[in-house]
């Protein structure tokens, strides 16, 4: 699927409980792709931990935190490493230790019902109107910003709202220089900073 009309369906992606995404591997020398996991739900951003012995993914329909670990001796499984309140968009690794995640947004309760039923979703689908408009509509009055910084144990450390909802919304990119966090957001024109 081409990037902006994915971008502009994401809604429908998520509603629809495609499981096409897959995690592959690139050998820049053999030049060949290996597949590592796949029957993915909206997978997303990536960060390889610390010593390089896992790799993180968001899965974003789950509002999960995938682990997939390439050393020790789980090398080539996977597990479940954090659910979180909302879609994951990215997640990078902290200096300080850790990973933030940019929430885009917490997943409102009408979804998560949805979201068990995946024929509901397909219902939904077929009426005649813009999902992803109605679902920006709802997220005006719910969508707030949100930041989580997770261990390298996947325990929650950190969260950051904006309780306002006048500010950060759809928080995509949270990136850690010089105790300064740098905000990005699919909505915003503009980056975000944050002094921690």
């Not at 966090?181 to 002094?195: D, E, Q, R």
């Amino acid at each position: 699927m081409h990037v902006c009309a994915f971008f502009r369906n994401y809604i429908s992606v998520i509603l629809s409980g495609d499981k096409t995404g897959r995690l592959m591997k690139y050998d820049p020398e053999s030049k060949q792709a290996q597949v590592l996991l796949e029957n993915l739900s909206f997978p997303n951003g990536v960060a390889l931990s610390k010593n390089g012995d896992f790799i993180l993914l968001a899965e974003t329909t789950h509002c999960r935190i995938l682990r997939y670990w390439l050393k020790t001796l789980k090398a080539g499984t996977f597990q479940v490493f954090a659910q979180l309140p909302g879609f994951p968009d990215n997640i990078r690794r902290s200096p300080i230790g850790g990973f933030w995640v940019g929430i885009h947004p917490r997943r409102l309760w009408i979804l998560k019902l949805v979201l068990s039923y995946p024929s509901l979703g397909n219902a939904l689908l077929k009426l005649p109107l813009d999902i992803t408009k109605a679902y920006s509509y709802m997220a005006k009055w719910t969508g707030r910003g949100l930041i989580i910084r997770l261990s390298e144990q996947g325990v929650i450390l950190e969260m950051l709202e904006d309780t306002s909802g006048n500010r950060w919304k759809s928080i995509s990119e949270v990136v850690e220089k010089d105790e300064t966090l740098w905000i990005g957001s699919v909505k915003m024109p503009f980056a975000g900073k944050y002094k921690i």
